[in-house]
């Protein structure tokens, strides 16, 4: 005569079932963390197909050209650091002023950064940027740059047109855009 399996208890199914569901939502995290990695690993790990860094701007020195058309007026003192890569040109002010006028992109957003200030734009804008400290001010001359503040996952942004600026509040944050003087 066979013998039968006892039918399991109804705690014995219970458990069962949960570590069932508890393996398939491990699958389910570890799957999303591969498919996040591979979007965004390639990006943070790139190397930049041009970097420079633009020394100091002496007094009367011409705006300078960068590989891509645009160009970068630096007050004196003022050093930039340059990088582009694939889908992104960048450049760093550490303290000081610059005006930039960018050479439309449509593969690649041009991004000024300044302490924790971000100015980007796609459209060929003109815009100033200044730092001070934590204290930085973006002013548009002409076309749209959207300038966030902050920290990763802790970014505020606001979108500024021709004629318009923005600055950081002594308390953190973005100023209300304002129009500049004419």
Same mark, same amino acid.
């Given at each position: 005569m066979p013998r039968h399996r006892p039918l399991p208890t109804y705690r014995a199914a219970y458990q069962e079932e949960q570590l069932r569901r508890r393996r398939a939502g491990r699958l389910g995290v570890a799957i999303m +963390?591969?498919? =996040?990695? %591979?979007? $965004? =690993?390639? @990006? +943070? +790990? %790139?190397t930049p197909t041009y970097s420079a860094r633009l020394p %100091?701007? !002496?007094e009367n020195q011409p705006a300078t050209i960068l590989p891509d058309g645009s160009q970068a007026a630096l007050e004196q003192g003022t050093v930039l650091d340059v990088e582009y890569y694939k889908h992104r040109r960048e450049v760093t002010m550490e303290d000081g002023a610059a005006e930039f006028r960018i050479a439309k992109d449509a593969n690649r957003a041009f991004v000024a950064k300044a302490f924790i200030v971000a100015a980007r734009t796609e459209d060929g804008a003109s815009f100033g940027m200044? /730092?001070?400290?934590?204290?930085?001010? #973006?002013e548009v001359r002409s076309g749209t740059?959207? #300038?966030s @503040?902050? /920290?990763? &996952?802790?970014?505020?942004? #606001?979108?500024?047109? %021709?004629?318009?600026?923005?600055? $950081?509040?002594? @308390? &953190? &944050? +973005? !100023?209300r855009v304002f129009l500049l003087e004419q």
């Open positions: +963390l591969v498919v =996040l990695a %591979a979007i $965004t =690993l390639p @990006e +943070l +790990l %790139a %100091a701007a !002496t200044r /730092r001070a400290g934590s204290a930085v001010r #973006v740059v959207e #300038v @503040e902050g /920290r990763r &996952g802790m970014r505020r942004s #606001v979108m500024v047109y %021709a004629g318009q600026g923005v600055q $950081t509040k002594p @308390e &953190g &944050g +973005l !100023t």
